[in-house]
């Protein structure tokens, strides 16, 4: 397995606190930093290497910096109807990032792991995007990623277990919805949502925020289509709400 993260945005994101609408399309960014791994590398010649843009669609709902990784069909991330993970709900709550790549380090099932930060912030800004590599050992022939929306209780976006483009030079595109991990009320208050959230959509507030989740607002739900922001505490529906889809994920093999 060839494991490459990003310590830094890792210690960055720490402090922030049916996955796809349509059906894939078929039709050179700086390398990320390789990390020392645990597990035997397959041979060069069994990787394919493959480019990938996210871009946020929404109007005002910045994302943490995916965590993308390509796996075999038993490495699920995520299911729609079912419980969050630990590391899905602290990322949706949080975005805390590390629990989810422990888990993900830790399957033998899971080929190449990516966190792709955008610039400085590292946050994926509406209207932006980010563009990464990532590799896949033969038999790997799928793609997942998970990404929070900044400005909501428990809301994240991503996609899960989907396939790969085949040939080289061939592409896929994929658009991603908003759901809620069903983890925490959607309370919509600054109090309860991490505290980038204000600074980044330009919003003044005196709330702290909150970068761990509080045991009270425990909702012990499963992962649904997130409902949106309906303006009734701190967020404004008109600058922090969206509508599907979210994110628009390309994916190329290039190699």
């Not at 033998?108 to 990464?132: I, Q, Y």
């Not at 793609?143 to 400005?151: G, H, K, N, R, T």
């Not at 085949?166 to 896929?172: E, L, S």
Request: one cysteine or more; charged letters at 15%; hydrophobic letters at 40%.
């Amino acid at each position: 397995m060839s494991v490459r993260t990003l310590a830094a945005a890792l210690t960055v994101l720490v402090a922030v606190g049916c996955s796809d609408t349509t059906e894939p399309e078929v039709v050179a960014p700086d390398a990320q930093p390789e990390l020392a791994n645990a597990n035997a590398s397959p041979n060069a010649a069994d990787m394919r290497t493959y480019e990938v843009t996210i871009a946020n669609l929404t109007g005002g709902q910045p994302l943490t910096p995916p965590l993308a990784v390509t796996h075999r069909r038993a490495a699920d991330v995520f299911e729609v109807g079912q419980p969050a993970s630990f590391g899905v709900k602290e990322i949706a709550e949080n975005g805390n990032l590390p629990p989810l790549v422990s888990a993900l380090e830790g399957s033998r099932h899971v080929s190449d792991l990516v966190v792709a930060v955008a610039g400085d912030p590292p946050p994926v800004l509406p209207g932006t995007s980010v563009t990464f590599m990532i590799e896949a050992e033969e038999g790997a022939q799928f793609f997942s990623f998970v990404s929070m929306l900044i400005c909501t209780n428990d809301g994240f976006t991503g996609l899960d277990s989907k396939k790969l483009p085949n040939r080289v030079g061939d592409q896929v595109v994929f658009e991603t919805a908003g759901y809620d991990a069903g983890t925490e009320i959607n309370t919509e208050d600054f109090a309860n949502i991490v505290p980038p959230c204000p600074p980044l959509t330009g919003v003044v507030s005196t709330d702290p925020g909150a970068g761990m989740s509080d045991p009270t607002l425990a909702e012990n739900g499963v992962i649904h289509h997130h409902p949106g922001v309906s303006g009734g505490d701190d967020l404004l529906a008109g600058l922090h709400g969206w509508t599907d889809p979210v994110a628009r994920v390309t994916i190329r093999r290039i190699d």
